[in-house]
């Protein structure tokens, strides 16, 4: 009866495994186009997004008499909203589906930009920062690009969305600056919210309703039912217990942060350390944009197709050793515009390699969820960068943000030579 069991099984494991071959075959290859389309229309809706927002970034704070710590606390509310929200909006995406979560997200657009479009006092300002606790268009992105690709296309896939983030960049300052200007503070808002409408729509039309296979969907359901509610401490915990996940999301986190403090105190860095009028600080962010489009569309995806994934980790490491030493030694602006291309380099190359590297890690049930944690990153040091950041430049002027990137990455760096990270890929 055993040996009947037995063969049962088996000869049942090898029909599943047909048939799960046979519906991967065919998804393959009668859904490559619908594939393709599908991960264009995630860029077209990732780039649509972020030009809105920095459409209108810090214009109207400034008209209504906002001070530097009116917005920095503008700023912390609107951090803490995206840090809380990252990881309950991929739970929404992994039990609802990635298209679902990005219509959420663009709706959440729409109510964000109709307030502020309202606002004629700074509380309406503050309450029009609500809805970001859903707004994750770039998460809602990631999650159906890694929904649709091949773990060996999606370091690739995902580094293009960094192209569009670059453009966001360039185009939405350029076009909120002359809007602004040409025809009123109010008129970058009413943009962003047409913009917004017309995301929702692409996203409702263009995203299919189900971006898993079937196997992955079945297995969503199963695991979906199980974990209950949309946030679960339990669940993070689980999730970190992954082989790989928590060293590597560690180092995710530490790796950026000090470049991530020296960002958010650039504002001030560039105008008293480096002499820079408002207009240049404007030319020096476009500078950054063109070289993130560069890196996250020409370089990424080429690296990742002819190194394993562990070896770019550590050559952004290692790389971000040396964007230390530079910063703790630089005077000029000019000295920037040099490193600020070995500094790209290694964040682009860090954040879409730590990404891959843990949606990878974890069961296709769960890739929104991990998502969302890595989204809620930015947000964290967004949040306690102001505080941080302004002590170091305070007390130990610039030199100490490249000191701290310095011994930080040098010692991953030699975590990363020294330990074997156990990287499994979860199969579903």
């Known amino acids: 009866v055993s040996t009947m069991n037995v063969k049962t099984s088996s000869e049942g494991e090898e029909e599943a495994s047909g048939m799960r071959n046979e519906t991967l075959r065919e998804s393959g290859h009668l859904g490559e186009a619908k594939r393709r389309q599908v991960i264009r229309v995630?860029?077209?809706?990732?780039?649509?997004?972020?030009?809105?927002?920095?459409?209108?970034?810090?214009?109207?704070?400034?008209?209504?008499?906002?001070?530097?710590?009116?917005f920095g606390y503008l700023q912390t509310v609107f951090g803490v909203l995206q840090l809380v929200g990252g990881y309950i909006f991929g739970r929404f995406a992994d039990q609802f589906g990635a298209r679902a979560a990005l219509i959420l997200s663009c709706a959440s657009g729409i109510v964000f930009f109709l307030i502020m479009s309202l606002s004629t006092s700074i509380p309406l300002l503050f309450l029009s920062r609500l809805p970001a606790f859903f707004m994750h268009g770039m998460p809602g992105a990631q999650k159906i690009i890694t929904d649709v690709t091949t773990p060996s296309q999606r370091a690739g896939a995902l580094g293009k969305l960094g192209l569009c983030f670059g453009v966001s960049i360039i185009a939405g300052s350029a076009l909120g600056g002359v809007l602004s200007t040409k025809f009123g503070i109010y008129v970058p808002v009413y943009v962003g919210l047409v913009g917004s409408i017309i995301n929702t729509l692409i996203a409702m039309v263009w995203i299919p309703s189900q971006t898993k296979p079937k196997s992955d969907h079945n297995m969503t359901e199963h695991s979906t039912s199980q974990s209950g509610s949309l946030f679960s401490i339990n669940e993070i915990l689980r999730l970190m217990k992954f082989p790989g996940v928590m060293e590597v999301f560690i180092v995710k986190v530490f790796a950026g942060l000090p470049i991530g403090l020296f960002m958010i105190m650039f504002s001030i860095i560039s105008m008293d350390f480096f002499g820079l009028e408002a207009v240049e600080s404007g030319y020096l962010m476009s500078y950054f944009g063109v070289l993130q489009m560069v890196v996250q569309g020409l370089?990424?995806?080429?690296?990742?197709?002819?190194?394993?994934?562990?070896?770019?980790?550590?050559?952004?490491?290692?790389?971000?050793?040396?964007?230390?030493?530079?910063?703790?030694?630089?005077?000029?602006?000019?000295?920037?515009?040099?490193?600020?291309?070995?500094?790209?380099?290694?964040?682009?190359?860090?954040?879409t390699i730590t990404d891959s590297i843990l949606t990878k890690a974890v069961p296709s049930s769960d890739t929104g969820a991990m998502l969302g944690i890595c989204a809620s990153v930015q947000p964290l040091i967004r949040t306690v960068g102001p505080t941080i950041g302004g002590v170091l430049y305070k007390q130990f002027g610039v030199s100490s943000f490249g000191?701290?990137?310095?011994?930080?990455?040098?010692?991953?760096?030699?975590?990363?030579?020294?330990?074997?990270?156990?990287?499994?890929?979860?199969k579903s």
């Open 42 to 70: 995630a860029y077209v809706v990732a780039a649509l997004d972020l030009t809105c927002l920095f459409m209108q970034l810090g214009l109207m704070p400034v008209s209504m008499g906002l001070d530097s710590v009116g």
């Open 299 to 351: 370089v990424v995806g080429k690296l990742a197709s002819h190194c394993t994934e562990m070896t770019l980790l550590r050559l952004s490491v290692f790389i971000f050793t040396g964007v230390g030493l530079g910063m703790a030694l630089m005077r000029t602006v000019w000295h920037y515009c040099i490193i600020a291309v070995p500094l790209v380099f290694a964040f682009s190359m860090l954040v």
């Open 403 to 426: 000191y701290l990137q310095l011994i930080v990455n040098l010692g991953l760096f030699v975590y990363l030579l020294k330990s074997k990270i156990p990287l499994e890929e979860m």
